[in-house]
Nanobody, 127 residues
Framework: HVQLVESGGGSVQPGGSLRLSCAIS????????MGWFRQAPGKEREGVASISKDDVPTYASSVMGRFTIFKDTNKNRLDLQMDSLNPEDTGVYYC??????????????????????WGQGTQVTVS
């Protein structure tokens, strides 16, 4: 049973950067479609970025060119590098995994309901 633990959240000024990490245990991410989601206060959880079993990334249009999702093979960890942050990026960020992930890992939109494993979340505040 895969377990996910996020870290790296915090507060940053607009234009700044943060790197989030998702430590994976109980299995290897090579068996899963992996994704990052975020949830702002009063809003639904939305997909930010996903990466397929063969390392093909997909990004939401709102973060394209600013965020990078990648796997740290040596550490069995999934990272999200976030640059040029703006206040609209504020929210709780969640790491997620699923053996299939719906269309998230085939170029489509990442949907919360398509992911079966979740981390506890980490807060990102841009102000």
């Amino acid at each position: 049973h895969v377990q996910l633990v996020e870290s790296g959240g915090g507060s940053v000024q607009p234009g700044g950067s943060l790197r989030l990490s998702c430590a994976i245990s109980g299995d290897t991410y090579s068996e899963y479609c992996m994704g990052w989601f975020r949830q702002a206060p009063g809003k639904e959880r939305e997909g930010v970025a996903s990466i397929s079993k063969d390392d093909v990334p997909t990004y939401a249009s709102s973060v394209m060119g600013r965020f990078t999702i990648f796997k740290d093979t040596n550490k069995n960890r999934l990272d999200l590098q976030m640059d040029s942050l703006n206040p609209e990026d504020t929210g709780v960020y969640y790491c997620a995994a699923d053996p299939f992930g719906g269309t998230a890992c085939t170029g489509g939109k990442a949907k919360q309901t398509d992911f079966s494993h979740w981390g506890q979340g980490t807060q990102v505040t841009v102000s």
